[in-house]
Each structure stands twice: as C-alpha cells, then as structure tokens.
C-alpha cells in the first residue's frame, strides 16, 4: 500500500525569539546542535530514502524549531539544499513548522520558488491569557492572520495545539479547539504537556505552582479535542510526543501525561465510546437483551484499538455492563474503524 514518508529534519530552537514557558527542544528532539550541516542533511535523507518500500510521495520537514524565524540566509540555504531532490523527484515537497507571528509576505515570498507544499504552526491554545502565561510571544490574532496568509499562498496548513498549559481550563481549551478547528487547517497535531528539566515549568512544577495533568484526564481531553477536529473534517495526524529514549529519561521529563502509545490510548477511548453508543441502541431494539452475549466486530486492522490498551476497553465494558459477556469478530468486509454489534448467538 502506497504511503506518505516525511524526512524529520530537526533544528531545534532555532528561530525562536525568546523560550517558551515549557520548551526545551534539545530534549524533545534529542538533539543540541542547532542548525543541522548540508553532510548531516545528505545523512538523514539517504537513510530514510533507503528504507524499503513504494511510496507514493516522499516530503522532507524541518520541525523542532521556527523555521521562518531563521535569517533569510538560513533559510534560503536549507532550502538550496533541498532543491536538488526536489529537481530528481526523489523528494516531492517540504514542510516546516513555524510560529504563527512569523507567517508574512515576505517570508512566503521567500520560500516560494523551492516547494514548500505544508507550514505547522505552533498555534498551542486560542486563548491569549493562556499564551502569555506560556510566554508564547503571539496572540490569537496571529494565528487567524497567518492562516489566512498562508491560504492565500495555496499553502496547505497544519496546527499543533497542547492540552495542560498553566492557566488553561477543560472548557478554555475545548473552545480554543473549536476556534482553531473553524479556520480550517489541513492537517492538526495535539501535544500534552510535559515538563521538562531547564524550562520555566520547570520550577513551577517543583514550587507547586504548576501541577501536570494526569494520563486519564489528558487522554479524555484530547479525546473531545480530535472528536471536534474530526467534525470539522480536520484530519488530526499525531497525538502525543514520539517516543525516545530520553522521553524516558526522568531527570528530563520530571512530569506529565506520558505515555510511548499516547495516541493509539486515545484511538481506543474513541472506539469505547463508539461502542457504547450503539450499545445503548442496540441493548434498546427488538435484538438486544440485557444478559444475553453479545459480539463486537471489527476490522483485522481495527482489533487491537476496540480491545484498548492490555484490554482495557473489554474491562470498561464488563463493569459498565455487568452480566453481559463481550466477544470479539474480525472482519475484514468492515469500514475501518467502525464497530458492528450483534447477538453472539441467535435469540430462541
């Protein structure tokens, strides 16, 4: 099956103004060095262009930094270097992640000519008292300019947004979501807030100011949060911070929701509550009988997110509703994702 590869080229920090209130790149990217060199680029592309398989498109991205903040120069250069893949069609577009008070005419102007298809902004809530809090250095105007900005250059455009900054509410931020879902982004990215060694959340962390949200609570945050950007037909490519040795590491990470399959945790709390629905209908028509065993069926692909993380999903059902007995049935003639449920046996 034809797929998407995305080179990471990380530049962590660079470009950036001043430090946000969480941020400390050099641990989330796992990298010090700034700017990467033109062998340390040639590097990674020849490694990921050497894992097998067909793909249908190959894009490289630079991510881990604010790639429009750089100088013109910089910019300029990284992208020169690109350009060669780009004329042999190995490669066939670039991303970059950015901040949104970054995002003018001239910066757009600028990249035009080398095939930057996508721009992430680091939009993190809609809620000013909340970037302040954060140190963001951009306002919610910012980022409904630079969407439209970069609508106007027939840029595609994708959003990161964070749950559990200081200051931040449920309600804020599932309002913030909305507002971000209506200026309709491509492409979305949610983030829970880790705190990580050497940043200002750090010693808010350590004087009590600051508490991280717990992995439950984050998990159903970002659950409402995908369900709204679903609805605004926003596809939501990651949730959580890709897993590393030093995410693991507890004198960098000192708190927060983490998880190695944050994602696929919330995949599974979407099925769970999926299946309750139609439960509820199913359990309320002519078919369903409280007590009698009931099947769960679902796409091969699909098992392992009905299931829930160790089984979790078939445990939530099991004491939510006690006396039924819950199987599972793959089939692959299923939508993917969806769930059908029926008797397990025919009702005498």
């Given amino acids: 099956m034809d797929s998407l590869l995305v080179i990471p080229v990380f530049i962590p920090h660079s470009g950036c103004p001043h430090q946000c209130a969480f941020c400390n790149q050099a641990i989330i990217t796992s990298q010090k060095r700034c700017l990467p060199s033109s062998q340390e680029i040639d590097k990674i592309i020849g490694q990921y262009l050497g894992y097998r398989g067909h793909r249908s498109r190959v894009e ?156 439950d609570q984050s998990v159903g945050l970002v659950k409402e949060m995908v369900k709204i950007f679903e609805h605004a037909h926003v596809k939501v490519i990651r949730m959580g911070l890709q897993a590393s040795e030093m995410m693991e590491d507890k004198t960098q990470v000192l708190a927060g929701p983490w998880h190695p399959a944050f994602g696929h945790l919330v995949l599974s709390a979407l099925v769970y509550d999926q299946v309750c629905e139609k439960l509820e209908t199913f359990l309320l028509s002519d078919q369903g009988t409280l007590g009698h065993p009931i099947c769960l069926s679902v796409h091969p692909r699909f098992e392992s997110r009905l299931r829930g993380n160790k089984n979790s999903n078939l445990e939530r059902l099991a004491r939510a509703y006690p006396g039924i007995v819950f199987s599972i049935q793959t089939n692959d003639g299923l939508l993917s994702g969806k769930v059908d449920i029926k008797n397990a046996h025919p009702l005498v």
């Fill in 60 to 215: 490289l991205a630079f991510f881990g930094g604010t790639f429009l903040g750089l100088p013109d120069l910089e910019i300029v250069r990284l992208l020169e270097k690109i350009a060669p893949y780009i004329e042999n069609h190995s490669i066939h577009g670039i991303r970059c992640s950015t901040r949104p008070d970054t995002i003018t005419k001239q910066k757009l102007d600028l990249i035009a000519p080398y095939g930057v298809t996508l721009v992430e902004l680091g939009v993190q809530s809609m809620s000013d008292a909340v970037l302040r809090k954060a140190n963001r250095g951009h306002t919610c105007f910012d980022t409904c300019q630079a969407i439209g900005l970069l609508k106007e250059y027939k840029l595609k455009v994708g959003v990161q947004v964070m749950v559990g900054l200081p200051g931040d509410t449920e309600e804020q931020l599932l309002e913030s979501t909305r507002q971000v879902a209506d200026l309709a982004p491509d492409v979305a990215r949610i983030y829970p807030l880790m705190v990580l060694e050497g940043s200002l959340l750090a010693r808010w962390y350590q004087d009590g100011s600051y508490t991280p949200l717990g992995l």
